[in-house]
């Protein structure tokens, strides 16, 4: 949402500390995600963060027929599918060095969390159909607290690019430090995955490559980077945590704390921006995947969950 100066029409993402004197309140809480497949009402006291580099390689200059060039003119959708699959082994361990480094480890509160919150991961596999899955035996409520790295499987396209996002580590924030942002390309997350597709011998740039990189280079690599998302985590023993623990309880019964959610809430930038902390996620959507085909009775359902969750909050002393 943006505010209006001058007669125009100004967005935080281009102006972002044009109106930080209306950014203040004792508490950030933001309802996106999906509810438990239990119905249980979640708050999550983190997000993962969102990291998004679109990679380019290159071929010849202009599309050859592969009867009669191939086996000789190098075919870029080829060369992108081996270097993103070099980048994860068969359990989904993520290759890049020093891909891991940087995650907070969980306190005993958050560890607790996890061990007493549902398992629903035979749940979701038979409802996703899947035989498989990543991780190596750890659980998902376990593993969404650990950076991914991620193909959008419908931006890989053959002929010209490829794109895959990935979280990044997650850290805390400290709520009285507002940074200067990050060039996107100068985050820790994106120049690991930089450094590996350099160390595949590519040639690296933030251009369209000239037909002289091009003639001069085996291999050339087109890297650009959307500003993205820091991960964030609050600490589960705050007051203020601890007060919206109690109140939703009071509404909602039993309800199930994690210290990480997998989406992309911006949490960080709410923190950096109000120079507080930006607690917890109280999800009031659809259940978790997206096979789930929401009837009217569940919308409704969440409805009612919600308005009981959002009262108990207002009603907080």
């Not at 306190?107 to 596999?125: T, V």
């Not at 991620?150 to 400290?174: A, E, T, V």
């Not at 120049?191 to 085996?218: C, M, N, W």
């Not at 203020?240 to 704390?257: F, Q, Y």
Request: aromatic fraction near 4%; charged fraction near 20%; hydrophobic fraction near 35%.
């Amino acid at each position: 949402m943006g505010g209006r100066r001058g007669g125009r029409l100004t967005s935080p993402r281009t102006n972002p500390h044009g109106h930080r004197d209306l950014i203040h309140g004792d508490i950030w809480l933001v309802c996106d995600g999906p509810v438990d497949q239990t119905r249980r009402q979640t708050i999550f006291f983190g997000t993962r963060g969102d990291t998004h580099l679109q990679i380019t390689v290159y071929g010849p200059s202009h599309s050859l027929h592969s009867g009669h060039y191939g086996n000789w003119a190098p075919n870029p959708a080829m060369m992108l599918v081996q270097l993103l699959a070099g980048m994860k082994d068969a359990n989904g361990h993520v290759l890049i060095p020093h891909f891991y480094d940087g995650i907070v480890p969980l306190g005993p509160m958050e560890k607790q969390a996890l061990a007493s919150a549902p398992d629903n991961d035979d749940l979701l596999r038979k409802e996703l159909a899947l035989g498989h899955v990543d991780g190596g035996g750890r659980q998902l409520r376990e593993l969404i607290n650990d950076p991914s790295l991620n193909i959008n499987g419908n931006l890989l396209r053959s002929d010209w690019s490829g794109l895959h996002q990935l979280h990044p580590p997650n850290r805390y924030r400290r709520p009285r430090h507002a940074p200067r942002r990050r060039h996107p390309l100068e985050d820790p997350s994106s120049k690991r995955v930089i450094d590996y597709v350099r160390s595949q011998g590519y040639f690296i740039t933030t251009a369209e490559p000239t037909r002289e990189e091009r003639l001069t280079h085996p291999k050339v690599a087109r890297i650009q980077a959307d500003e993205g998302s820091d991960a964030s985590r609050t600490s589960m023993d705050l007051p203020i945590a601890m007060d919206v623990i109690k109140a939703i309880e009071s509404a909602r019964g039993k309800i199930i704390l994690l210290p990480t959610s997998g989406g992309t809430v911006p949490l960080e930038i709410m923190e950096r921006a109000a120079q507080q902390p930006a607690p917890s996620p109280c999800p009031l959507r659809t259940t978790t995947t997206t096979s789930t085909r929401p009837t009217k009775i569940s919308v409704c359902k969440n409805l009612w969950d919600g308005i009981e969750t959002m009262a108990a909050l207002i009603a907080m002393p």
